[in-house]
């Protein structure tokens, strides 16, 4: 294959036009898009436009761009995780090679008929197992096969969800209901066994796993709450998720600031928070501070699908109004667990846990890892990533890496370009066997989650291996 590499996008939405699409446009001798298959008119016309689409290639749906022969070398798929299996099929079928983005499907089953797809078709299949390419999780695979940790013990790791990402995306947002996405547990933690599975370097062999919806319930309403935020709560100086304080007042990104040891952030935070007039004004003459009074990044762009992206007040309330993210986080269709456990037991006699929540007051990663000769501990947030090993023999502890806040530190500390970076690598080189691409090793994340999942409703330890026996007898 040769570069730059021709691409079709099914799914012109966040993931598709901010990740790949961003990549192709930086790197243009790299990837190229080609067509695009997406919906929504508006996504789907920015997106022909940046990327010079011909009309003739401009797809309303993968339907109808798979409905032709194979006319480039890869197809990214990018939709939402119940719309994930059939476009990856039928791709896989017409020979394309595939980057996926994770999970692979909301069901083991599909994941299974992926898997087997791959290995029918010899194409190449990539999930889009970010983490894995971030320089701390990257260090801390190096450090491992290094032998500095020694023999690995334990593993204790935690995906601290913070409070107002968790009400976004799963309980006002698409990861809410499983039903209609995938278990949180797959959907947030995929790449979280990913990681567990590549560091410990062994295939789970036990995996017993609790949790449950403890508050985002009816009974835990403040009183007399409405069902749109907007309706007149009368809780609406109080409550930690009143929609406009977090989508109009933003006040998440503005705690953000002011948390940050960086000063200028501080006076912006200050500037955001309670001088907002002046900063109307002063936005209308300097178009940069347009950015802090306008704020679209996460999670406000998710309020728009479609309609004409005003980032007024104003019109931010008229969505609120019927949106589900204007929706009271207490009377939404949402039945994803808010906390859970997982215990794995490893082939290779290694322990590990996995803590996922959504209350934390920081995004991001945090684990230790015990070694016969080290202790590791990393955290991996969105402010800033520190990993420091602390040496059993010597006793002296050593900052291994850090890095500081940026402006990519949101979007999984940069790890996306990376990925498709080893991606393209891949397909160059056909022969190259890289972790991200072998379909089974792709898919022990997921038979974790969905073991996990098992758990946690039948109260059971699962035994992986007959697990994953019956996973490949499905279809
Ligand atoms: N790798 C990661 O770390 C990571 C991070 C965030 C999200 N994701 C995953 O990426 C996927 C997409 O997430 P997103 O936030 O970009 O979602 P999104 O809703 O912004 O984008 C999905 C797009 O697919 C389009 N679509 C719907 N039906 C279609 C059809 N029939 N044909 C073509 N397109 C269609 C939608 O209109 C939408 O624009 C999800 O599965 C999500 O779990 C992965």
Not at 180 to 200: E, G, N, R, T, W
Not at 431 to 451: G, V, Y
Request: glycine fraction near 6%.
């Amino acid at each position: 294959m040769k570069l730059p590499i021709t691409a079709i996008l099914v799914g012109a939405g966040r993931r598709g036009s901010q990740v790949y699409g961003k990549y192709a446009l930086k790197n243009k001798k790299k990837l190229k898009f080609i067509a695009v298959a997406e919906p929504i008119k508006t996504r789907r016309e920015k997106f022909a436009k940046l990327h010079r689409i011909p009309l003739s290639r401009c797809y309303k749906s993968w339907e109808d761009l798979l409905s032709e022969d194979k006319f480039a070398d890869v197809a990214y798929i990018c939709t939402q995780d119940q719309k994930h299996a059939e476009p990856t099929l039928l791709a896989l079928e017409k020979g394309y090679d595939v980057l996926l983005e994770k999970p692979m499907a909301h069901t083991l089953n599909d994941c299974i008929r992926i898997v087997k797809k791959v290995e029918e078709m010899g194409g190449i299949l990539g999930v889009s197992h970010v983490l894995r390419y971030t320089g701390f999780f990257s260090t801390i695979q190096k450090l491992i096969e290094m032998g500095l940790l020694g023999e690995i013990i334990n593993i204790t790791h935690r995906e601290n969800v913070m409070w107002y990402h968790y009400a976004h995306s799963f309980v006002r947002g698409p990861w809410a209901n499983v039903d209609k996405s995938s278990p949180m547990i797959l959907a947030k933690c995929c790449h979280d066994f990913d990681l567990l599975f590549q560091m410990v370097g062994s295939l789970p062999k036990k995996i017993s796993s609790f949790g449950n919806l403890l508050h985002f319930k009816p009974e835990n309403a403040p009183k007399g709450a409405p069902e749109y935020c907007l309706d007149g709560c009368p809780a609406r100086d109080k409550c930690l998720y009143y929609a406009p304080r977090i989508y109009i007042d933003i006040i998440p990104q503005i705690q953000f600031m002011e948390k940050s040891n960086n000063k200028v952030l501080k006076v912006l935070a200050k500037l955001r928070k309670n001088y907002v007039n002046f900063l109307t004004y002063i936005s209308k003459i300097i178009p940069q501070f347009k950015e802090l009074r306008y704020y679209k990044d996460f999670p406000i762009y998710y309020l728009y699908t479609g309609q004409k992206e005003d980032y007024s007040d104003e019109a931010k309330a008229r969505i609120l109004k019927t949106s589900s993210y204007g929706k009271c986080v207490y009377h939404c269709d949402n039945d994803v667990v808010d906390h859970q456990i997982v215990n794995i037991e490893f082939e290779n006699g290694v322990t590990a846990n996995l803590t996922m929540h959504g209350f934390s007051e920081l995004e991001g990663r945090t684990l230790r890892i015990d070694g016969t000769r080290a202790t590791l501990i990393g955290k991996f947030h969105i402010s800033g990533e520190r990993i420091i090993l602390y040496d059993h023999f010597t006793g002296k502890e050593k900052l291994v890496y850090k890095k500081k806040l940026t402006r990519e530190s949101g979007e999984h500390g940069v790890g996306d370009f990376e990925l498709i970076d080893a991606f393209i690598e891949s397909l160059i080189n056909k022969n190259k066997i890289q972790p991200l691409t072998n379909a089974r090793d792709l898919l022990e994340s997921h038979l974790m989650a969905f073991a996990a999942n098992e758990s946690r409703l039948k109260g059971t330890i699962i035994d992986m291996e007959e697990f994953r026996n019956n996973a490949y007898k499905l279809e």
